[in-house]
């Protein structure tokens, strides 16, 4: 059975740093199409970054340069580390899984079937 479960977020100050973690069970992180998301209030869900099985990895224009996408196989965990944070990226952070390579719409999330509970991020000016 494939579990995710999501931890790290907080409150930090404009221009801060947090790294969220994802812990993964009933599957190896590597072997699927892992991506964090966030929504916002008011808001769609939305792609932030996205790593392939063969490790390639993807971002939203929003986030590039800011933002990397990781995993650990030994830990069997899913990472984003997330620098330079702006008020803007305040929101529920939620990391998603896909048993099967990254389609070319990977940053749609109808293209998961397993997701976290999410973990806030709440980033003050």
């Known amino acids: 059975q494939v579990q995710l479960q999501e931890s790290g977020g907080g409150s930090v100050q404009s221009g801060g740093s947090l790294r969220l973690s994802c812990a993964a069970s009933?599957?190896?992180?590597?072997?699927?199409?892992m991506g964090w998301f966030r929504q916002a209030p008011g808001k769609e869900r939305e792609g932030v970054a996205v790593?392939?099985?063969?490790?390639?990895?993807s971002y939203a224009d929003s986030v590039k340069g800011r933002f990397t996408i990781s995993h650990d196989n030994a830990k069997n965990t899913l990472y984003l580390q997330m620098n330079s944070l702006k008020p803007e990226d305040t929101a529920m952070y939620y990391c998603?899984?896909?048993?099967?390579?990254?389609?070319?719409?990977?940053?749609?999330?109808?293209?998961?079937?397993?997701w976290g509970q999410g973990t806030q991020v709440t980033v003050s000016s």
């Open positions: 009933g599957y190896t992180v590597s072997s699927y199409c």
């Open positions: 998603a899984a896909e048993p099967a390579t990254c389609s070319g719409s990977r940053f749609e999330p109808e293209e998961y079937n397993y």
């Open positions: 790593i392939d099985t063969d490790g390639n990895r």
